[in-house]
């Protein structure tokens, strides 16, 4: 009996010895820290044309219409591949495809589908030039955008913006608890970008028209704003 208690009274100061070690290895509850954000926005002239154009077929028999887009397809892309260069004109499909019509009773009455090309580059001449000469297509939509070597340019310059931005406020908000000094805990840093979207074109007398006339169609880039946000939190001391 005196052996068993002995037992159950050490094991009792292992408890406890275990919950103090416990209690003095568990992380302190951060103490002055202030969550905060900051961005740097900068705005930018588009320099990337994306030019989309698109034909449609209809007719009673799937096969021949199927055929007839890439008839139509093929005959742009060939047009299109002989001005295409890396970065100024860069040529890709886009949506190609067949669906069914339906009449009286669900049934399927006829079949109608459509296709895509696009242009896009930073050669606007170049590109809708090459537009105005394709006669088996129309133009669809013309949207615009930032192409990869000026999209860094302007985030470098951004962010940079931003993270200024987040010192000073970190700095102000240290003045104004009281402390003479912060450090960095943590910071994450995104990026994003605003424009108008494409704008689509594809009316029914404009594409007559567009086809007839080997004249380039006039566009022009507007500008978009590329926004860097910083968020993180620092340790005022």
Known sequence: MQKTMK?????????SVGAVFAQNMAPATPQNVVQLSAAGSVDVQQDLLVLTLSTTRE???????????RQALDAALLEARRNAEPGQM???????????????NSQISGWQGSAELV????????????AARVT????????????????????????????????????????AFGFSAFTLR???VNSNSYAPGPRPRAMAMEA??????????????GKTTVTVNVSGSVQMR
């Open 208 to 221: 007559k028209a567009t086809m007839m006339d080997a004249s380039p169609m006039a566009v022009e880039a």
């Open 59 to 69: 007719g009673k028999d799937a096969a021949v219409v199927q055929g007839q887009l």
């Open 7 to 15: 037992l159950i009274a050490a094991g009792a100061m292992l408890v």
């Open 136 to 175: 088996t297509m129309a133009i669809g939509q013309v949207g615009f955008g930032l192409s990869r070597e000026q999209r860094a340019k302007v985030e470098r310059d951004a962010q940079a913006q931003a993270i200024e931005n987040f010192k000073t406020q970190a700095a102000d908000l240290t003045k």
């Open 186 to 188: 943590e910071v994450a």
């Open 90 to 104: 860069d040529v890709r499909t886009g949506n190609f495809g067949l669906y069914p019509r339906y009449g009286q």
């Open 119 to 130: 242009l896009e580059g930073r050669d606007f001449a170049r590109i809708t030039g090459t």
